[in-house]
């Protein structure tokens, strides 16, 4: 089973539908925030289909958008009015290479586990750390691996069914097992839509994220040109606990 690490064209093509659905919101208001008290210009890594940078757009914010997948960005750009076209682009964030300096970098939704080795990892914090303005930010999200999930896995877990456009359905389920040497979630997304005269199609797609662990993240940026700030436990800057789901990560130049 080959793992696609690009998001293909059918991922892209329900992303808003399904993430409007299952997800709070929460990390939207998050980010916006940070925007807000951001003077000058901000990137987002792993831009996706603008569920961020749209809002951020319609709040007159100076933001920018990577993302390693020609679909998303093509999806993002047919929402975005073409005086703004130029502030996306397809790049991988290993290799990033804009033309300016940001005074704060944002990658959310754990565009981050879709990194699976360490050097990537190393040089995509590091190209971060080049693109970064002299006390600047960068904030992203992970989750926190929850250990029963880890063991027991995902058996074709219907996590999404609802129309997508007027009386189409569509279905998504999930699967996920997971390494814990590798620390590699291995996942596989099945959809399956209407299109025209009620005809069904059926697409897959295999898929690794990585998950991290609170001193391996500490670690990993101190290993890094980055200096770690802290590591909230979630997006209204609570403490890392027990109950957390989420690792916000934040680190300065
Ligand atoms: C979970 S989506 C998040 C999209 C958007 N930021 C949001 O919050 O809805 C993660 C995004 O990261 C992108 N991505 C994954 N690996 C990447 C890489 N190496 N360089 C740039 N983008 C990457 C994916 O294509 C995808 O659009």
């Known amino acids: 089973m080959t793992a696609q690490r690009e998001y ?40 996706g289909t603008g569920r961020i940078f749209l809002r951020a757009i319609e709040e007159g914010i100076d933001i920018y958008g990577v993302d390693n997948s020609v679909h998303m960005i093509q999806s993002l750009k047919k929402k975005l009015n073409k005086k703004h076209h130029h502030r996306v682009e397809v790049q991988d964030v290993k290799v990033l290479n804009l033309p300016m300096e940001f005074n704060l970098i944002i990658a959310p939704f ?5 990194l699976i080795q360490v050097e990537d990892q190393l040089k995509a914090l590091n190209s971060v750390y080049k693109h970064m303005r002299p006390g600047s930010m960068f904030i992203f999200d992970l989750y926190v691996p929850d250990l ?20 189409k359905l569509l279905k998504r389920t999930v699967s996920a097992s997971s390494d814990p040497i590798k620390q590699i979630t291995y996942g596989t997304m099945k959809f399956e839509w209407e299109e025209e005269e009620g005809k069904i199609v059926r697409r897959e797609w295999n898929f690794q994220m990585r998950y991290f662990f609170r ?4 670690h990993l940026i101190a290993r890094s040109d980055l200096t770690l700030v802290t590591i909230f436990g979630d997006f209204h800057e609570g403490s890392l606990g027990p109950e957390s789901k989420d690792f916000v990560v934040i680190c300065r130049k």
Do not use: C, W
Request: no cysteine; glycine share 8%; hydrophobic share 30%.
């Open 8 to 47: 293909p064209d059918f991922v892209a093509r329900f992303y808003d539908v399904i993430y409007e659905k299952v997800t709070s919101g929460e990390d939207v208001k998050y980010y916006l925030k940070k925007m807000r008290e951001t003077e000058g210009p901000v990137l987002e890594l792993g831009v």
């Open 110 to 114: 754990r565009m981050f586990s879709h």
């Open 148 to 167: 029963e999930m880890l063991y027991k896995g995902l058996n074709e877990v219907q996590d999404f069914e609802g129309e997508y456009e007027n009386g």
């Open 215 to 218: 001193y391996e993240l500490e």
